[in-house]
């Protein structure tokens, strides 16, 4: 994710445009229609010098019904994105307020039982960010023995088996009478969310938008940019190539940056910072448990970008 200051930096903020992949790819793609859109121009200019009678009133109400498509389309990418956004700040709530009625609830001798308690919800969020983009990746998990890393590589879905194991732990503590059963009550609603929150987050990675909704908007886009030089040449000439070019570039990069975003949990510059919110929850709870924890160096892949 980009993180950047509103209102500060204008000029500045311009400046790094191009340091996204999505705009590059807007970039290239703007060049080209407007190399194709010269080699239009320069025929009709001096190839083959002729009148061309298009209305320009007709692209007007293409335009208008490609912009409220474009509308649509960006809506939808954004609640998307949005959605996801909610779900992961939920997830950082319901783990500290897990690990706040652990800590309140078991008694202070049992240390080893909060560091326990402590690492399973860090590694369920861990787990969660990379089980939400091309699978779980079970080697970034804190304070795991070889062998319990092979149990988790056995499993399909290993955010429910971590799940399953806090439910365990804490049964555990009511069968031998550290807790009561008011307590176990009182922490289930936390417990049930952490596999609510997965859920709605499985939702809407698997669920994009309908492929022939997107190829449409991208065909449509593409059809009127071809067709749009031949309205305006009468009016513009060779004015006509940085027109078209920059109305493509207005309606493919709406286009992409709504299809950037509608996966909001991959690793592209304006994707959520699930790494970032993960490794807050272990530190929120590792603090809250009050246990400590050696700070293991994370992965050198460069999860998103920050531009101060």
């Known amino acids: 994710m980009i993180v950047y200051e509103s209102n500060k930096n204008f000029l500045r903020d311009i400046t790094h445009l191009t340091r996204s992949w999505t705009m590059q790819r807007v970039l290239r793609a703007a060049l080209g229609v407007g190399a194709v859109t010269a080699m239009i121009t320069v025929a009709f200019e001096e190839i083959w010098p002729m009148e061309i009678n298009v209305p320009s009133s007709i692209f007007s109400l293409l335009g208008i019904v490609l912009s409220i498509l474009l509308v649509f389309r960006t809506n939808t990418a954004y609640d998307r994105w949005w959605e996801g956004r909610k779900q992961w700040g939920a997830l950082v709530n319901n783990s500290r307020n897990l690990a706040v009625s652990v800590q309140a609830t078991l008694p202070p001798e049992e240390v080893k039982g909060r560091f326990e308690i402590a690492v399973l919800i860090s590694n369920f969020s861990i787990v969660l960010k990379e089980h939400l983009r091309k699978g779980a990746q079970v080697e970034e998990l804190i304070f795991v023995s070889k062998e319990e890393i092979e149990k988790y590589k056995q499993r399909t879905h290993v955010p429910s088996y971590i799940a399953s194991q806090i439910h365990q732990k804490m049964q555990e503590y009511y069968r031998n009478?550290?807790?009561?059963?008011?307590?176990?009550?009182?922490?289930?609603?936390?417990?049930?969310?952490?596999?609510?929150?997965?859920?709605?987050?499985?939702?809407?990675?698997?669920?994009?938008?309908?492929?022939?909704?997107?190829?449409?908007?991208k065909l449509l886009i593409l059809g009127y940019s071809l067709m749009l030089p031949f309205g305006l040449i009468r009016d513009f000439g060779y004015f006509t190539i940085p027109l078209v070019t920059f109305i493509f570039f207005t309606f493919i990069g709406i286009e992409m940056m709504a299809a950037e975003?509608?996966?909001?949990?991959?690793?592209?510059?304006?994707?959520?910072?699930?790494?970032?919110?993960?490794?807050?929850?272990?530190?929120?709870?590792?603090?809250?448990?009050?246990?400590?924890h050696v700070h293991q160096p994370e992965r050198e892949e460069k999860l998103y970008q920050k531009v101060f």
């Not at 009561?180 to 990675?205: F, V």
């Not at 909001?264 to 970032?276: A, I, M, Q, V």
């Open 261 to 292: 975003i509608e996966d909001p949990f991959g690793l592209d510059c304006n994707d959520l910072p699930t790494g970032d919110i993960a490794h807050t929850i272990r530190n929120n709870v590792f603090e809250i448990l009050e246990v400590t």
């Open 177 to 217: 009478g550290t807790i009561t059963g008011t307590d176990i009550r009182n922490m289930k609603p936390h417990l049930q969310a952490l596999l609510d929150i997965a859920g709605a987050c499985e939702r809407i990675k698997k669920t994009p938008i309908p492929f022939s909704y997107s190829v449409y908007i």
